[in-house]
């Protein structure tokens, strides 16, 4: 028979808020007003889950309140199942806060069920979340006692069979309708249920019932749709407070981008650029691009990076979340460097491009190619930067290092050097170019590059270094 692990997430929204931890926290269902989710400092002052939220207010008035949201749950299991999927495969969701794992066929890649079971918890220890778990041989026992907080990784049949009967029918997945036609007949527990006969249930109870018990036991097939992982990185992370200040967004940044260190490091991917999305109080979102060259992996050279763009950045109203995307993911190319050119810099070309584009914006920062032009302002033009090109010998001329950005008119007394090297092209895009260069040398001694037109006017174009 198949083995199952289930994971339940009690209060995957409340461990998903980022804030001040030593404050008392509840998530409440808006609609019947009962908490649902509460952490340790509101236990501690009396507040339980399904209490009523005029009773926990009075026994708490520094209690923090917020809405239940399903679809922050079901964004974050998507989450740590792309997370978990480095590790194991055939996962399947229960929304919205639960994951079904095979774990038969993951047991051919470990040597037993106790170091899977190792490896897996050493992975979710990392995203810092509630969990409760049990394994069974259908994925409706391994659900029932992990929701029941078994919390026992175990192939042990009879122990996994004794520890399902024991257990009441309310956490089944039985309707309240069926526990309480079945609770009238002195049917309380699971063992109560699975010890009369199937065919005298199906008569009385419906066929219903007897499937459930079919796929309870695991005699009857359960189909199980599983996860299939984007290849792309996109984290949420909801603030238990307002931020209106950009430098108080680094804590947050920070923890989102050491997961994505960790998520480009084990598939040795660099991301070339993040998007940040933040979600503001009572306004659209912000949307702000941060890149990163060649690339990078690394959470602290992200933040560096973020901390460069943000200040430029103003928020149009306090910030309630923020979600970090990678979806462009290079490979990881390890930069060639000459082992005889002795000790370098700490930073990289690639890595100051980087920083450059941060502070000064993307398009601030560009590199420079050959053009196969013969007209000197055009010989070059803008590219993006560390890109490599073909040299291209576009001209015999001996030409300065700086070339002014137009020809102004010689208005200084020179003496000719070196010349003239003629110059005439451009007759087939209205931008002709009829010269004849010199190279001068003023009273002062400064090297000039010269040209005369065909109307005999002379101007200067450059300066030789």
């Not at 259908?138 to 029941?148: D, E, F, I, T």
């Not at 199906?202 to 219903?208: A, L, P, Y």
């Not at 890149?291 to 050279?301: N, R």
């Not at 990678?326 to 890595?351: M, T, Y």
Request: proline letters at 5%.
């Amino acid at each position: 028979m198949t083995l199952w692990l289930y994971l339940h997430f009690p209060q995957l929204q409340l461990d998903t808020l980022f804030g001040d931890d030593s404050l008392p926290v509840a998530i409440v269902n808006s609609h019947t007003s009962k908490i649902v989710q509460c952490n340790e400092w509101a236990t501690k002052e009396g507040i339980n889950l399904g209490m009523g939220l005029g009773s926990a207010a009075a026994l708490c008035h520094g209690l923090q309140v917020y809405p239940y949201e399903e679809k922050c749950e079901q964004q974050r299991l998507r989450d740590i199942a792309q997370w978990l999927y480095l590790v194991t495969a055939d996962i399947s969701f229960y929304q919205p806060n639960g994951l079904l794992i095979k774990v038969s066929d993951m047991l051919s890649l470990y040597p037993s069920l106790s170091r899977y079971w190792q490896v897996l918890e050493s992975h979710l220890t990392q995203l810092d979340i509630h969990y409760d778990y049990a394994c069974g041989y259908s994925p409706y026992a391994a659900r029932l006692l992990a929701r029941a907080g078994f919390n026992c990784v175990s192939d042990d049949k009879a122990a996994l069979e004794n520890a399902l009967a024991s257990n009441a029918l309310t956490m089944t997945e039985l309707g309240d309708k069926e526990v309480h036609n079945l609770h009238r007949v002195g049917l309380r527990l699971v063992s109560d249920l699975l010890q009369l006969p199937l065919a005298e249930l199906g008569k009385r109870f419906g066929v219903e019932l007897v499937t459930y018990i079919g796929k309870l036991t695991g005699q009857l097939r359960h189909p199980v749709e599983y996860f299939h992982p984007p290849e792309q990185f996109s984290q949420y992370v909801e603030l238990l407070f307002d931020i209106d200040n950009v430098e108080w967004l680094k804590k947050p940044l920070l923890k989102i981008y050491q997961r994505l260190e960790t998520f480009l490091l084990l598939r040795n991917k660099h991301a070339k650029d993040l998007t940040i999305t933040l979600y503001l109080r009572d306004h659209p979102e912000q949307v702000v691009s941060i890149g990163a060259g060649q690339g990078e992996y690394k959470a602290d050279k992200w933040l560096a990076l973020s901390h460069l763009t943000f200040e430029s950045l103003i928020l149009n109203a306090p910030v309630t979340g923020l979600t970090v995307t990678a979806k462009q993911l290079v490979n990881n190319d390890i930069e060639k460097v000459d082992l005889f050119l002795g000790e370098q810099g700490d930073v990289s070309s690639s890595e100051l491009v980087a920083l450059l584009q941060a502070k000064l914006g993307e398009n601030q920062v560009k590199g420079i190619k050959i053009n196969a032009d013969l007209r000197p302002e055009l010989s070059t033009q803008h590219c993006p930067p560390l890109v490599e090109h073909k040299e291209t010998t576009t001209t015999s001329v001996l030409q300065p290092s700086f070339l002014l950005p137009e020809p102004e008119p010689l208005q200084e007394k020179v003496s000719i050097e070196q010349g003239p090297e003629r110059i005439l092209s451009g007759w087939w895009d209205d931008k002709e170019v009829h010269r004849d260069y010199f190279i001068a040398r003023s009273e002062q001694g400064r090297w000039l590059w010269i040209f005369r037109t065909i109307e005999q006017k002379w101007f200067v174009h450059g300066l030789f270094s």
